[in-house]
């Protein structure tokens, strides 16, 4: 995590395993960049609206097969 840390304030060359420091110049671009407005969008609508929604499907689907099973009996 450190490490991760490190190279987010670095221009890092995968290929030859190299890097320079160049400060805050990734997280500033990071802002600039329309997509990130848009990735972030997305993961919160997935956050606020897929996942409970998920979840009480589940719950659902959880609560037919035990009145299923209770009722065969």
């Known amino acids: 995590m450190i490490y991760s840390l490190y190279i987010s ?3 890092y060359n995968l290929a030859t395993n190299s ?5 805050f110049d990734n997280y500033a ?3 600039e960049d329309p997509r990130v407005a848009v990735s ?3 993961t919160l609508f997935y956050a606020v609206m897929a996942v409970p929604l998920e979840i009480m499907d589940a719950q659902d689907a959880a609560m ?3 009145e ?5 009996r």
Do not use: K, M, V, W
């Open 64 to 66: 037919r097969a035990y």
């Open 68 to 72: 299923n099973a209770t009722a065969a």
């Open 40 to 42: 972030l969008a997305n």
């Open 19 to 23: 890097s320079r420091p160049i400060g």
């Open 9 to 11: 304030f670095s221009s």
């Open 29 to 31: 671009r990071l802002f």
